[in-house]
C-alpha cells in the first residue's frame, strides 16, 4: 500500500470515528508492560551479593514505603528517606510492580547513580527537577552528570503515576542535544509502552541528526496508531524527501483542511521546495526538527543567525546540512563541541574532513594563521596527525595549546587531541612538553598519563628553565587532581569485611519493595602524613608569591577565592596566613550566586544520601560557574555535596575543569 492510499484510508476512518478526522491518541497503560529485563538483572545481582555476604534479613511490613517514596499505599518510617552511604552497599531487595518507566540504558557499572537515585523523591518533583535541567550545562563534567542521571535505570516514585518521567527525561536529552542517548532510551521501553509522545521524540532526534531514512521508516511504522498533526507533516516531510510530490500534494492538503495555513513556516518551505525558491529568513526563527529536515530536502542552508541562538537542534543541523558552508560549519562544530552538542570525536572528524594543501600542512607553524580560528584549529590538527615524527607532533600540539590557551579553547583542544598525545612518548626527550602535556592530560581526564607527564616534568626541573615555575603555578589543579599528596583527611572506604551486619537495618528503597543497607557512614580518621601537609604549605606559599606578582590583582584575587573554597570542599588545607591576602576592601562585593533554595536542597539532599537530587542541584548551583563574579562558596559546595553521595571522582573533574577554565 503506498503512502497516499494508506493516508486516505486513516483519514476516512477518523472521519467516520468521530465525524471530524482528529481524535486524542488514546492512553497507553504502562503499568502493563513487562517488567525491564535490566532492572531485574540488576536487582537479582544485589539481592544475591546480599544473601552470599551478609544475614538475611526480610522486610516487615511496618518497613514498606509511604506512597512518596518507592511503594504504595503503606506507612512511612523516619527513616524513609534513608541512603546508602557507600554507592557499593550491599542491598536486599524485595522486588515488587515495576513502573516501566524505570527502564534505563546504563547501570551504575556504567556510570548510572544507582536504583535508588530517586530515594526520598515524589514523582512530580522529580519531573520538576527533570524539567527545570539546563539545555547546555556549563561544564563537560556537568554535562556527562545529567546525561547520566537521564539514562539511569531507577525505580521511581509511585506518586502522581498519570506523570511521565520517561517522557520527561527523552524530551530534555533532545533538547540538551543528546540525539543518540534519546533515541536508545525510547526504544529501550517496551514498544506496546510508548505512546505518540514518546514515538514522536525519537522521530524528532533521528531528523535533527539528518537520519531522515530512519526518521521515515519510523514514521510509516509508528504514523498509523496517532492522529496528531505532527504525523501528517511528517508524512508530507517523508513524500518529498522520496521524491512523491503526489503523495506529497494529497499530504499538504489535508494539513491544510484540518489546520489551516496557521503553521507559517511549515507552508513556506512547503513551498520552497515546489517552487525551487528560497523561504523568507523571517519563518526561520525558531526551527523544530521537521523544518530541519524540509530545509535539507530544499537544498537551503540554516541562518548562519542560528549559530548564535542556543538552539541545539539548529545548530547541529548546521553541522549536518551538505548546504553548509565550510568555514560555516567548522565554527558551528566548534561552539557545539563547546557546549557538548557533539563529542571530541566528531569534532575531530569535521575538522579532519577540511582539504589543506600538502604544503600548507607541512608549514602549518610558519604560515600566516588562517582567517577563521576554527579552520586554524583544523590545520594545526591535521598537520599533528599526518606527522610521524613524535618530536614534530609535539611541537605542532604545543602551537595548538598555545593557540587555543589565548582564544580561551585549552579544554576543546586538549578533547580534540588527546587521542594524538597519547603517541608522544612520555621520557625526557619531550621535557621541554611536558608541562603543557600534563595539563591537557588533565583537561582530557587521563589522570595516569598526567602522572606521568609530571614526574618527567620534576626530574627535567632545574635552574636553567622555567619549569618549576610553570608546575609551580599549576599546583592547585594538581592538588585538587590528586597528583599531589597534600595531606588532607581522607575518609575511609567501607568494605565487606568492614561492615557492621549486626547494626540496626535501615530501609531505603528500590524496585517497587524495600532496599535493607547494613552499611554504615564513611568514619573520617586521621590519615595525615605529615611531610605531605608540610610539602603542601611550602608549594603554597610558592604559588601564593606567584599570584602577588601578577599584573591583574583582582583577578588573582577571584582565582584565589575559587582555589581556597575548592580546598575547603575537598577537606584541603588552606595554610595559615593565605586567606589574609584576600582580606581587602570592600567587603561587599556583587557576586553572582545561586539561589538559597538551590543551596538548601543541595546540602539537604547530599546529607540524606539522595543521589538524584543531589546531583540535579549541583548541576544548578554550577551554572554559574562560567561567569566572571560567580561565587566561589557556591561551587564549593557542589564539589563538596557530589563527594558526599559518592561522586568524589565527578567532584574532581569538575573542579579541575573549573580552575583550568580560569583565565590566567
Known amino acids: 500500500m503506498n503512502l497516499r492510499s494508506r493516508l486516505l484510508i486513516q483519514t476516512c476512518l477518523l472521519a467516520m470515528m468521530t465525524g471530524t478526522g482528529i481524535v486524542s491518541a488514546p492512553a497507553y497503560a504502562q503499568t502493563s508492560a513487562p517488567v525491564p529485563l535490566f532492572l531485574k538483572q540488576e536487582a537479582e545481582r544485589d539481592a544475591e551479593l546480599r544473601s552470599d555476604e551478609t544475614p538475611s534479613t526480610q522486610n516487615s511490613p511496618s518497613n514498606a514505603v509511604s506512597s512518596g517514596g518507592f511503594g504504595a499505599g503503606t506507612t512511612s518510617t523516619p527513616e524513609t528517606n534513608s541512603f546508602p552511604s557507600d554507592p557499593n552497599a550491599v542491598q536486599s531487595l524485595t522486588l515488587g510492580a515495576v513502573d516501566v518507566e524505570a527502564v534505563g540504558t546504563i547501570d551504575r557499572s556504567r556510570g548510572g547513580l544507582g536504583i535508588d537515585m530517586w530515594n526520598g523523591t515524589t514523582r512530580k518533583s522529580a519531573a520538576q527537577l527533570i524539567s527545570d535541567l539546563p539545555a547546555t550545562p556549563a561544564t563537560h563534567t556537568a554535562r556527562d552528570l545529567q546525561i547520566r542521571l537521564l539514562l539511569s ?94 503523495s506529497a500534494a494529497f499530504s499538504v492538503d489535508l494539513v491544510r483542511e ?13 513551498g520552497a521546495i515546489r517552487s525551487g525558491g528560497a523561504v523568507s529568513p523571517d519563518l526561520l526563527e525558531e526551527l523544530r526538527p521537521i523544518d530541519i529536515a524540509l530545509l535539507a530536502i530544499s537544498k537551503q542552508s540554516i541562518p548562519n543567525s542560528q549559530l548564535d541562538s542556543g538552539n541545539a537542534a539548529a545548530i547541529i543541523g548546521m553541522i549536518n546540512a551538505d548546504a553548509t558552508a565550510t568555514d560555516i560549519r567548522l565554527e558551528a562544530a566548534r561552539k557545539a563541541e563547546k557546549l557538548g552538542l557533539i563529542s571530541a570525536d566528531q569534532l575531530a572528524g569535521i575538522y579532519g574532513a577540511v582539504n589543506f594543501d600538502a604544503s600548507a600542512l607541512d608549514s602549518a607553524l610558519d604560515d600566516a594563521p588562517e582567517g577563521i580560528q576554527a579552520r586554524q584549529y583544523a590545520k594545526l590538527y591535521q598537520a599533528a596527525i599526518q606527522s610521524d615524527v613524535p618530536a614534530a607532533r609535539a611541537e605542532i600540539l604545543a602551537a595548538l595549546f598555545e593557540n587555543a590557551e589565548i582564544e580561551g579553547d585549552f579544554l576543546q583542544a586538549a578533547r580534540l587531541t588527546a587521542p594524538v598525545l597519547t603517541e608522544i612518548p612520555i621520557n625526557g626527550d619531550f621535557s621541554w612538553f611536558a608541562v603543557v602535556a600534563l595539563k591537557a592530560s588533565i583537561a582530557s581526564n587521563a589522570l595516569e598519563r598526567a602522572e606521568n607527564w609530571l614526574q618527567v616534568a620534576k626530574n627535567a626541573a632545574n635552574p636553567s628553565n622555567d619549569i618549576a615555575w610553570r608546575i609551580s603555578l599549576l599546583y592547585p589543579v594538581l592538588a585538587i587532581s590528586g597528583l599531589e599528596e597534600t595531606g588532607a583527611v581522607k575518609p575511609v572506604e567501607n568494605t565487606m569485611a568492614q561492615m557492621d551486619v549486626q547494626s540496626t537495618p535501615q530501609p531505603s528503597f528500590g524496585l517497587g519493595g524495600a532496599v535493607t543497607v547494613n552499611a554504615p557512614e564513611p568514619q573520617q580518621v586521621e590519615t595525615q602524613d605529615p611531610q605531605a601537609l608540610a610539602r603542601h604549605r611550602a608549594r603554597m606559599a610558592e604559588w601564593q608569591e606567584m599570584q602577588a606578582a601578577r599584573g591583574d590583582q583582582a583577578a588573582a584575587k577571584r582565582y584565589g577565592e575559587l ?11 588552606v595554610p595559615a596566613g593565605l586567606w589574609d591576602g584576600l582580606l581587602t576592601a570592600p567587603y561587599a562585593e556583587d557576586r553572582l550566586t545561586i539561589s538559597s533554595a538551590v543551596s538548601h536542597y543541595l546540602n539537604a539532599s547530599a546529607a540524606a544520601r539522595q543521589k538524584a537530587k543531589t546531583v540535579a542541584m549541583a548541576i544548578q548551583a554550577q551554572q554559574i560557574s562560567a561567569e566572571e563574579n560567580a561565587d566561589p562558596k557556591a561551587l564549593a559546595d557542589t564539589v563538596a555535596a557530589l563527594e558526599l553521595v559518592g561522586l568524589p571522582s565527578d567532584a574532581r573533574h569538575l573542579a579541575t575543569e573549573l580552575l583550568l577554565s580560569f583565565d590566567q
Open 153 to 246: 535505570a531507577a525505580a521511581l516514585p509511585q506518586d502522581s503515576k498519570e506523570i511521565s518521567l520517561l517522557e520527561a527525561r527523552v524530551a530534555k536529552l533532545i533538547n540538551m542535544g543528546a540525539l543518540d542517548e534519546a533515541i536508545e532510551l525510547v526504544r529501550a521501553a517496551p514498544q506496546g509502552s510508548r505512546g505518540s509522545m514518546l514515538a514522536q521524540a525519537e522521530v524528532n532526534a533521528l531528523l535533527i541528526g539528518a537520519k531522515i531514512d530512519e526518521a521515515c521508516s519510523a514514521i510509516e511504522s509508528y504514523g498509523a496508531s496517532y492522529d496528531e498533526m505532527f504525523w501528517l507533516k511528517a508524512a508530507v516531510m517523508c513524500a518529498f524527501y522520496v521524491n512523491d510530490p503526489a
Open 258 to 270: 484540518m489546520d489551516g495555513e496557521s503553521d507559517a513556516t511549515f507552508f513556506g518551505l512547503v
Open 563 to 573: 582555589i581556597f573554597n575548592l580546598y575547603e570542599g575537598f577537606g584541603i588545607e
